[in-house]
């Protein structure tokens, strides 16, 4: 029987290193005497083995090798301490109940002493369960009961890995960092004091100069207080990577709300009434605009420096009842990585995308509500498509990206140079590839139509509901039916929805009711599938969960983090162009290229559910439509056989549905 650590290491260990280490030695990678002194080193120092392998050969570990002298090391500090080991590679740590451990219970400093990380707490037995690289260790024992004893919490023990260890440790202090930041930078953004020093503005102090850099708004506390709020909306507004700021005049107070993920929210609380006319004021100096007119729209635009990068602000203002309601929507391309895989994640659908790119000519349409990331998905494809032999030329309002090589060209229709016009002057300029930021009118239609027709690829965008509604768009346009057919290559119809956050989703099986209200079988299959839900907390449970320190620090109570897209892709085929020559109807058409294999809006935003990237509420929001259902249904109907009870999918030669055990069934 082995009665101390010690006898237990002598059973694993037989020479002057580990076992692994012979076979490192005969792959290679160290000989006899590097490991030798390595062991030592790693005794010595407290390095891991690993880590001076990786300094002495210069070389790093295989990761086949790797992975085995991790399995190793644990199985042996299993048997060396008696106690269970942890993997974070393996098993899950949930991050936010460390980092709640460590600010609440045990400090940092003990954990980075005794080289330990608390991974939960457990109601019964009342007890925090420690990793330790040392589970043995005396003195980190009694410190640790020390803490633990006054709440009546028990100490129960896991081994880990050093490497292990400390990459939990790195991470938390990485997130600590991240969080005193956005405290700094929540700090710097308070209105409260300059509101303090508004109490009687009167709209001539409002000051006209322009600050230049957003980044130092904490040093603006001399500015003029309006100048200081709005720059540190502006601030607020960046720090947060929302789209659009909507700064709107009500009866009793000035409304702030930041669209963010394509869902509007309160930016702060509701601000005096007697600082719109400044405030409004303000924004129409910084874009340039007239600010004795106060009953017409205007439009203009800011460009401000914020961290190093140039951002600019598209401005619009609007008479309203109460005042001049004022929305800007935020251009930053700094942030957005181009390339058609980083945005289709669909490998079928990313394929014939790619396809249609690479043609020489033709007309590709890019469809979708505004805010959906079209010109993101155009300068995506132009990317593909950029390189020195090859003439590029854009026109579009506002240009949003810059890529090298490209001519770009800004709409100015105060002076008539329109999309048509821009166009026109394109085809004299030897071009290959044309992008149209949008086309709205009949002229830039046929045009584009004409362009493609004679030997050049032309991108545009569209603002209908799905791939097939494009067609008819062109024709109520004036555009024929046969030119659409001969010109188009394909339509892309696009979505944004939120990507349910990671760290905080919850998981459910959906009943039969909630699958059938997506057109989804209610077989065993689907009923046992897993699903996540969104863990959206009301402001009033943010608070509290910020207060106990159990906020998700990704998400912030939202329950989502970022967004992704949803792809329709409609290749043109014989029997699509057959059909768009004949004018017929849209539901025909989509419903002949669900039958060709065309994935709905619908069918891919439901296999981002099924991946867990969001959720059934988001589908619902966003791209659920009955004629998008219906087309689909009647696609899957005319290729199987349904349960006219449970609506499961059922093979020809059953005579009785499985599921419910009746016999009748339709097709």
Not at 77 to 85: C, N, R, S, T
Not at 263 to 285: E, G, H, N, S, W
Request: glycine content about 6%.
């Amino acid at each position: 029987m082995v009665n101390s650590s010690s006898q237990r290491r002598a059973l694993i260990v037989k020479n002057d290193f580990p076992a692994f280490g012979n076979k490192l030695i005969e792959a290679g990678y160290v000989n006899h005497e590097q490991m030798k002194y390595a062991v030592a080193e790693s005794r010595t120092t407290g390095k891991p083995l690993t880590e001076v392998l990786k300094a002495l050969s210069g070389r790093q570990l295989p990761p086949d090798l790797l992975r085995q002298y991790k399995k190793q090391q644990l199985f042996e500090l299993k048997i060396l301490y008696g106690v269970e080991f942890i993997d974070p590679e393996l098993k899950q740590v949930a991050n936010h109940q460390v980092e709640d451990l460590i600010d609440n219970l045990i400090p940092i400093e003990v954990c980075q002493r005794y080289r330990l990380v608390p991974l939960a707490k457990n109601a019964r037995p009342p007890s925090v369960l420690v990793a330790m690289v040392n589970p043995d260790h005396l003195e980190a024992q009694d410190d640790l009961k020390r803490i633990l004893r006054p709440r009546g919490l028990e100490l129960q023990r896991m081994v880990i890995a050093l490497e292990d260890c400390l990459q939990l440790l790195d991470k938390y202090r990485e997130e600590q960092g991240k969080r005193q930041k956005q405290l700094e930078l929540q700090k710097a953004v308070d209105v409260k004091a300059d509101l303090e020093e508004l109490e009687f503005l009167a709209l001539d102090k409002v000051a006209d100069e322009l600050d230049d850099d957003l980044s130092d708004v904490m040093k603006g506390a001399d500015d003029a207080p309006i100048i200081n709020l709005v720059n540190k909306i502006l601030a607020k507004a960046l720090q947060e990577e929302v789209s659009d700021i909507h700064i709107e005049p009500q009866e009793e107070s000035l409304r702030i709300r930041f669209r963010k993920d394509s869902v509007l929210r309160q930016a702060f609380d509701p601000l005096p009434k007697m600082i719109i006319p400044a405030v409004t004021a303000r924004f129409k100096i910084i874009s340039n605009l007239d600010i004795a007119e106060r009953r017409m729209p205007q439009d203009g635009r800011i460009r401000r420096l914020y961290q190093g990068r140039k951002i600019d602000f598209r401005v619009s203002t609007l008479p309203s009842r109460y005042g001049e309601k004022v929305v800007l929507r935020i251009l930053d391309n700094s942030v957005t990585q181009l390339g058609l895989d980083k945005l289709i994640g669909d490998p079928q659908s990313l394929a014939i995308v790619q396809e249609m790119v690479s043609r020489p000519f033709g007309l590709i349409l890019v469809t979708g509500p505004t805010g959906s990331g079209k010109t993101t998905t155009l300068y995506s494809a132009l990317a593909e498509r950029n390189s020195p032999g090859i003439n590029i030329s854009t026109v579009e309002d506002p240009i949003e990206y810059t890529l090298p090589g490209l001519t770009q060209v800004q709409v100015i229709r105060e002076k008539g140079l329109d999309f048509a016009l821009a166009l026109r002057a394109f085809l004299r300029q030897d071009p290959d590839v044309l992008l149209v930021g949008e086309t709205r009118d009949s002229e830039t239609a046929k045009t584009a139509i004409e362009a493609a027709l004679t030997g050049h690829l032309v991108l545009t965008t569209l603002h209908t509901n799905d791939a097939a509604g494009a067609i008819v768009r062109l024709e109520e346009m004036g555009v024929e039916p046969f030119m659409v057919s001969s010109s188009l290559i394909g339509v892309l119809a696009q979505r944004l929805v939120r990507r349910v956050c990671t760290d905080c989703r919850v998981a459910y099986t959906p009943s039969s009711a909630e699958l059938a209200h997506f057109g989804l079988s209610a077989s065993p299959g689907n009923v046992a599938l897993t699903i996540y839900k969104a863990n959206t907390l009301q402001p009033e449970a943010v608070q509290a969960a910020k207060t106990k320190g159990q906020l998700c620090p990704k998400c912030y109570g939202v329950g989502y983090k970022g967004r992704c897209g949803v792809y329709e892709v409609m290749r043109m085929t014989e029997r699509l162009q057959g059909l768009i020559t004949e004018g017929a109807p849209t539901e025909r058409i989509k419903e002949v290229a669900v039958e060709e294999g065309m994935k709905t809006l619908l069918a891919y935003s439901l296999e981002l559910v099924h991946q867990g990237h969001t959720t059934l509420e988001e589908v619902e929001r966003v791209t659920f439509t009955d004629s998008g259902l219906e087309a689909e249904l009647k696609a899957k109907r005319k290729s199987s056989l349904e349960c006219r009870t449970c609506h499961a999918e059922l093979k020809p030669e059953w005579l009785e549905c499985p599921y419910c055990m009746r016999v009748r069934f339709q097709d």
